[in-house]
């Protein structure tokens, strides 16, 4: 019976070994093996299909995954902040070799993964890097820059001469970048302006992910006779941007994406948005790591305004004009921001 079950045995060996042209089979690649990428992804507080920042990380991580040919990518969603350090365990337990953590509060905890896995990249979407780190990219923007455009826009746009920002927390470095270059861009329009910028008072486990605050606070700015409201604090800015849709005569701006495509509630009021171009930025990075190039520190991406979509009429040519020159002035350096991150 032995000699029969050994015969059989090989038979069924040389039946595998000519299906695969002669040789033996391949074992199945996995995370950690050489020469394979997986990519992970950590959000900060709040849901990947948030509609703002998450979410456009994600779609940045998926097309890079898809670019380079990535064996998995993968998410993780983070809804407790004291679980940060956990979920980025998560996928270096797994030998992910390329991890992408989201926003400013994650940096700690990245910064600590970093150490112990000295051999996985991190990309830490809006983690600005005081000391480099060997394997952490901090992908951050210019996000004064795009608000002083949006300040721009909403003065220009503005009947009433009082325009509004509702954000998230000032805890958070580009939330009060966005809002600095909003407040001295609509000032530069117009000295006289009255803005009304209202940050929300609790920490970072909910100041981005309370809409109703958000359409709150819009709506009162509204009532002090605001025309244009800007809302830049993932679902919390989003509450505020669909509330000022609900009334006739006011204008709105988005915040980090293009959000014509993730909001369309907001539709009727959205003129434009602050955007921070975060997809391509992720997608250079693990390009980079792939091809041996990744760097450390600070690695800028861009930031701007997205398109005026269906309100493309409404905007006068002169505030188009006005725009362009600021942007060419902003990208040369003739022009300050006035914001100062200290």
Sequence with gaps: MKRIALLLTGLLLLALMAACGGQKPAAEKKCGDEGVICIGLVTDVGKIDDKSFNQSSWEGTQQAAKEVGALEVKYVETTDAKDYAANIKQFTDQGYNIIVTIGFGMGEATAEAAAANPKVHFIGVDQFQGEAIPNVAGLVFHEDQAGYLAGVLAASMSQSGVVASVLGTNLVPPVVAFNEGYLNGARSVNPNIKIIDTYHPGGLDVAFTDPEWGATTAQQAIDQGADVIFGAGGNTGNGALIQAAGNEGVWCIGVDTDQWETVPE?????????????????????????????????????????????????????????????????????????????
Aim: a negative charge; proline letters at 9%.
């Design 266 to 342: 907001a539709h009727p009021c959205l003129i434009s948005s602050a955007v921070k171009l975060i997809p391509p930025g992720i997608v250079d990075l693990v390009k980079m790591s792939k091809d041996g190039k990744f760097p450390s520190g600070n690695y800028f991406g861009a930031a701007g305004l997205a398109p005026f979509h269906d309100h493309e009429s409404a905007i006068p040519q002169e505030v188009k004009d006005l725009l362009e020159k600021t942007k060419a002035g902003l990208l040369d350096g003739s022009i300050s921001t006035g914001y100062n991150p200290g």
